[in-house]
C-alpha cells in the first residue's frame, strides 16, 4: 500500500468523524481570520466539510469555496450535508493537494485544518497557497507541537531498536520553526495562537493510543518491518509511556497551534 493510499483507507474510515469536539476545534480556525461576503474560499483537506460550510455561510451567495479532499467516503458525508443546509457555492473537488492547481491570485482565504502536516512537501505547498492567494489575502492552518500525541516517546521507542522514525510533527512543531516556513514563503504578518487541548490520560488509554507501527508519514521505515520486530517496538513505546506515568496519570499533549499568515 503507498503512502496516499494509506492516508485514503485511514480517513475514509472515520466516517463517524463528526462530533461538536472535531466540529469546534476545526472551525476555530474562523476565530482568528474569517471571509467577507463575496470573498472565494479554498478549503484544502475539507473532510467532512466542516470550514467549507462554515466559510460557505460567511461569504454568501456573491462569494464561493472550493473543498479538496481525497478521502471519497468523507467527501460523501461532506456534501450530504452541504445539501441539508441548501449551500449553492460549495464545490467539492477529489483532488490531492500536490497535484491541485488554481490560477495565480484566485482565492481571497484558504484554510487547512489538521492536515498540512500529512503533506509530503510542505514548503512546496505553502508557496502555492502563496500564489493562489490575491495580495491581501490569508492562509489559516493548525499544526501540532513536535511533543503532541505522544510522538516523542514513539520515536525515542523505534530508536532503541535501531530504527529512525521521521517526527509527523517536527517540521511545523515550534512556533520559530511555522515562522520559517512561512516567511521563506514570502508570507507576512504571522500569528501563531497556541492552544493546549491536551489532557491526563490513564496508563492503559496512554499505551493504546499507538499500536506500534501506523505512522502517517510518507518515509514510514515501520511499513517493512517484520510482525516480532513490530511488537518489540510496541513493547518498548508502552515502557516508555509506563516511564511518564505520574498520580495524575500520562500526559497526553495536544498543543495545537492556529496559524495565520497573510500575502501583502
Known amino acids: 500500500m503507498t503512502y496516499k493510499q494509506e492516508i485514503i483507507a485511514h480517513y475514509n474510515g472515520r466516517t463517524n468523524y463528526d462530533n461538536d469536539f472535531t466540529l469546534n476545534r476545526a472551525i476555530a480556525l474562523l476565530d482568528y481570520a474569517s471571509p467577507f461576503p463575496g470573498q472565494r474560499v479554498l478549503d484544502v483537506a475539507t473532510g467532512t466539510g466542516n470550514i467549507a460550510i462554515a466559510a460557505a455561510q460567511k461569504v454568501g451567495t456573491n462569494g464561493s469555496v472550493i473543498g479538496i479532499d481525497i478521502a471519497t467516503e468523507l467527501l460523501k458525508i461532506a456534501q450530504q450535508k452541504i445539501q ?82 521521521p517526527n509527523l510533527h517536527e517540521p511545523l512543531g ?31 488509554k496512554a499505551q493504546s493510543k499507538w499500536n506500534g507501527q501506523f505512522w502517517a508519514h510518507i518515509d514510514n521505515p515501520l511499513r517493512q518491518l517484520e510482525p ?19 498520580k495524575q496519570g500520562v500526559w497526553h499533549e495536544e498543543l495545537i497551534y492556529y496559524v495565520v499568515a497573510r500575502k501583502a
Open 84 to 165: 441539508a443546509k441548501n449551500l449553492s457555492n460549495v464545490e467539492l473537488i477529489e483532488v490531492d493537494v500536490k497535484v491541485y492547481q488554481a490560477e495565480p491570485e484566485k482565492f481571497d482565504a484558504i484554510y487547512c485544518s489538521y492536515a498540512i502536516v500529512l503533506f509530503p512537501n510542505i514548503p512546496k505547498i505553502i508557496e502555492n497557497w502563496y500564489r493562489f492567494l490575491k495580495f491581501g489575502g490569508f492562509i489559516a492552518f493548525t499544526c501540532s507541537s513536535e511533543n503532541s500525541y505522544l510522538a516523542l516517546s514513539i520515536v525515542e521507542a523505534c530508536a532503541k531498536h535501531g530504527i529512525t522514525l
Open 228 to 246: 516480532q520486530k513490530i511488537r518489540q517496538i510496541k513493547a518498548s513505546y508502552d515502557d516508555e509511556i509506563a516511564a511518564l506515568e505520574t
Open 174 to 204: 515550534t512556533p520559530e520553526r511555522i515562522q520559517d516556513v512561512l516567511t521563506q514563503a514570502k508570507f507576512t504578518q504571522i500569528k501563531i495562537h497556541p492552544r493546549q487541548m491536551g489532557t491526563y490520560l490513564s496508563l492503559e
